[in-house]
Nanobody, 125 residues
Framework: QVQLVESGGGLVQAGGSLRLSCAAS????????MGWFRQAPGKEREFVAA????????DYADSGKGRFTISRDNAKKTMYLQIVSLQPEDTAVYYC??????????????????WGQGTQVTVSS
């Protein structure tokens, strides 16, 4: 079982950038595909980005293409999400997750069995 802890959120102005981190402990981080999701107030949790266990494959929601970069350091058991050109609509709680169901699409929340507690990102206009 893997435990996940996000950090790096905060309040930023539109156009700014942030780097979110997700530190893992326990379990087998290096053998798990990982993902980032976000949930804005009153909305469902949505897919943001995913990365394969080796880091060789990545994928992004359309809303983040060109602005979000997902990466991982298996030696440090840490995953990152670099976000540039932040917009107010990026305001949400950002969650990292470890995929536990490889047969399910990594775009779906149901593919992930382990979640962090989330980190708040607030973008002011």
């Amino acid at each position: 079982q893997v435990q996940l802890v996000e950090s790096g959120g905060g309040l930023v102005q539109a156009g700014g950038s942030l780097r979110l981190s997700c530190a893992a402990s326990g379990g087998s981080f290096s053998t798990s595909d990982m993902g980032w999701f976000r949930q804005a107030p009153g909305k469902e949790r949505e897919f943001v980005a995913a990365i394969s266990r080796s880091g060789g494959s990545t994928d992004y929601a359309d809303s983040g293409k060109g602005r979000f970069t997902i990466s991982r350091d298996n030696a440090k058991k840490t995953m990152y999400l670099q976000i540039v050109s932040l917009q107010p609509e990026d305001t949400a709680v950002y969650y990292c997750a470890a995929r536990s169901s490889p047969l399910l699409s990594w775009y779906s929340r149901t593919a992930y069995g382990y979640w962090g507690q989330g980190t708040q990102v607030t973008v002011s206009s």
